[in-house]
Every structure is written in structure tokens, then in C-alpha cells.
């Protein structure tokens, strides 16, 4: 198994930038392909962005595309999401997850993951 912390969110204006991190713990990050999500009150948990074990391969919701980039150091067990160009959106929860890096496909639904760290708040404020 493999343990997920995520620490980084918190409130920023709108146009502003701000780095989610991801901390694994336990078996060996590179086993695992990561994504990140997120979730605003009421509606379904939507994908951001993936990335495949090596760091090789990335993959990103349209919405966010040339704003967000999703990156990994293996080396420090961290993964890790940088938003920039950030729009005024409802508070949201972003959520770091990970399956198996054997797993086949892109690893856009939130079906995919077996491990998911606790979501910190991300608010944009116009």
C-alpha cells in the first residue's frame, strides 16, 4: 500500500499561482501512477491531471491545460501539481490519488486509483 499526503492549498486571487504537494509513504512510489483531482460541494470528484510512473507520460483535463502542470520526483517519493493563471471557481478540494503503475489507460476517472490522500481546500477568489 502506499500512504498520500497532500499539503499546499489554501486561498489565492484570481490570475495568482499556487503548487499542490504530494507525499507518498510506504511501498515504492515508482510502482505507482499518480493523478489529481478535484471536487467542489455537490458535485462529482472531476480529473486534473495524471502522470505515469516514469514521469514519461502526462495527461490533463482541457479546462486546465497550459495553466497546470503535474510533475513527480520519484527520488523524493513527491509528486507534485502547479496551477498558475488560476480562475475565481468555487472552493474546491483537490485530491492526489494513485493506482498501480501496470494500470492500463490515461488514468482519468477516479475510478482508477486505490489510494487517495484527504484533499486540501483550494480557493480562488476573483
Known amino acids: 500500500q502506499v500512504q498520500l499526503v497532500e499539503s499546499g492549498g489554501g486561498l489565492v486571487q484570481a490570475g495568482g499561482s499556487l503548487r499542490l504537494s504530494c507525499a507518498a509513504s510506504?511501498?515504492?512510489?515508482?510502482?505507482?501512477?499518480v493523478g489529481w483531482f478535484r471536487q467542489a460541494p455537490g458535485k462529482e470528484r472531476e480529473f486534473v491531471a495524471a502522470?505515469?510512473?516514469?514521469?514519461?507520460?502526462?495527461y490533463y483535463a482541457d479546462s486546465v491545460k497550459g495553466r497546470f502542470s503535474i510533475s513527480r520526483d520519484n527520488s523524493k517519493n513527491m509528486a507534485y501539481l502547479q496551477m498558475i493563471s488560476l480562475k475565481p471557481e468555487v472552493p474546491a478540494l483537490y485530491y492526489c490519488?494513485?493506482?498501480?503503475?501496470?494500470?492500463?489507460?490515461?488514468?482519468?476517472?477516479?475510478?482508477?486509483?486505490?489510494?487517495w490522500g484527504q484533499g486540501p481546500q483550494v480557493t480562488v477568489s476573483s
Open positions: 490519488a494513485a493506482r498501480d503503475r501496470s494500470a492500463l489507460g490515461a488514468g482519468v476517472a477516479y475510478s482508477e486509483y486505490d489510494y
Open positions: 510506504g511501498r515504492t512510489f515508482s510502482n505507482y501512477a
Open positions: 502522470i505515469s510512473w516514469s514521469g514519461r507520460s502526462t
